[in-house]
Every structure is written in C-alpha cells, then in structure tokens.
C-alpha cells in the first residue's frame, strides 16, 4: 500500500510577475511613442512608462539572482533605479545585455525623477528644471526603449525557468 499525503507549498512567482507588468509598461510606452503627436510641450507618460518597465525587469534580475521575495525585493530597492541598476551590474547583468556609459548616464539622468515620482504628478521643479533637462537629452528615450526590450527578450527564458 502506498500513502500519499500532501503538504501545503509555497511557490514565488516574483520574478514572472515583474517580468509581465515590465513587458505591459514598456508595450504602453511604445504604443503611446508611435501614436500622432500633439502639442503638449513635454510628455512625462513615455518616461514613466519606460522607467516603470525598467524597475520592474530590474527587479526580475534581482529576484533571479539572489532568490529574494517580493517584499524584501520592495524594502530593499522600493523605486531606486540607480541603486537597482547597481545592484544588478555587480550581479553581472552584462551577461544578458551590454552594460555602456550611455545606459549608465540615461538611468543617472531619469532615476531621480522616477524615484521621487515627479513623472506621475504636477510638479513644479520638473516644469521649470526637469523637463527641460530631459527634453534636451535626445538618447534617453531610444536608449530606454532598446534596453527594455533587450531586457524583455534575454531575462524571459531564465526567469520563466525558475519559476
């Protein structure tokens, strides 16, 4: 006779979960990119958009790595890029995309202004000194574009296999 008895699990889903809304935000942000412009001066959505998606394939890498839960992954980086982004280069994301000065200095550039959300709402140090400054770098949306999307294409197969 065979007895089989079974136990409760626990399965973390973290970094799929991350990895799906990162391909929804970076999806929204190019659809919104190839729609007709209107003139509204300067569109913070696009930079939310490619940023959120940026944080949360981060947070995949991370999660793939050090196989830490969903709450630590929040206290520990909560809407970091920069620190997020370092934190994955000394856990060699190079292996899945090329680490370039140019993708160092767009995360430097964005990253204060995701963290402290001023991409969400009306914010008068972003009217008067953000949105000039990033509408004048002209590399920040290509670049976030390609290395969300590069992101999305090399973590999906070792995330989905850890899960």
Known sequence: MVIIQTEPAHIDM???VFMVYAERYSKAAVGLLETPKHEVGFDPVPYYLLCQSLELHLKSFVWLEDKIGTKTIKNRYGHDLEKLWTHAKTLRIDRYIRVTDLR???????????????????DLDMIFDGYKNLKSEKKVIPTLKR?????????????????
């Not at 290395?147 to 899960?163: D, E, M, V």
């Open 14 to 16: 973290t970094g799929t």
């Open 104 to 122: 160092n200095n767009v995360i430097s550039l964005v990253a204060p202004y995701y963290r402290k959300r001023q991409f969400n709402y009306l």
């Open 147 to 163: 290395l969300t999307n590069q992101l999305g294409k090399s973590l999906k197969r070792p995330i989905l296999k850890a899960s």
